[in-house]
Nanobody, 115 residues
Framework: QVQLVESGGGLVEPGGSLRLSCEATGSGFSLAGMGWYRQAPGKRREFVASVYIGDDGRNRTMYSDSVRGRFTLYRGNSKTIAYLQMTSLKPEDTAVYYC?????WGQGTQVTVSA
């Protein structure tokens, strides 16, 4: 079974950037079928980005309206790492960020955007 470990969170000023990593161990990980979610204090966990297989059989990425154009999900050189590049960060991006793969959640990494 796949296990997921997120890293890369931290404190950043508004307008700054961070890159989160989701590293998978175990067998069965593929970029298609993984996603990023986040949960802000007092709020429900929400979708951020995910990879799915398009009609042409190629991986496609989808993003929530709140992050589209600012965040990019992509696979690292290693097939077991996926990244979430976050730019133009806003205070409302503050949350614990989780990666998900086929029902398995990571432990989360805190992102705080504050001046």
């Amino acid at each position: 079974q796949v296990q997921l470990v997120e890293s890369g969170g931290g404190l950043v000023e508004p307008g700054g950037s961070l890159r989160l990593s989701c590293e998978a161990t175990g067998s069965g990980f593929s970029l298609a079928g993984m996603g990023w979610y986040r949960q802000a204090p007092g709020k429900r966990r929400e979708f951020v980005a995910s990879v799915y297989i398009g009609d042409d059989g190629r991986n496609r990425t989808m993003y929530s309206d709140s992050v589209r154009g600012r965040f990019t999900l992509y696979r690292g050189n290693s097939k077991t790492i996926a990244y979430l590049q976050m730019t133009s960060l806003k205070p409302e991006d503050t949350a614990v960020y989780y990666c998900l793969h086929e029902g398995v959640w990571g432990q989360g990494t805190q992102v705080t955007v504050s001046a």
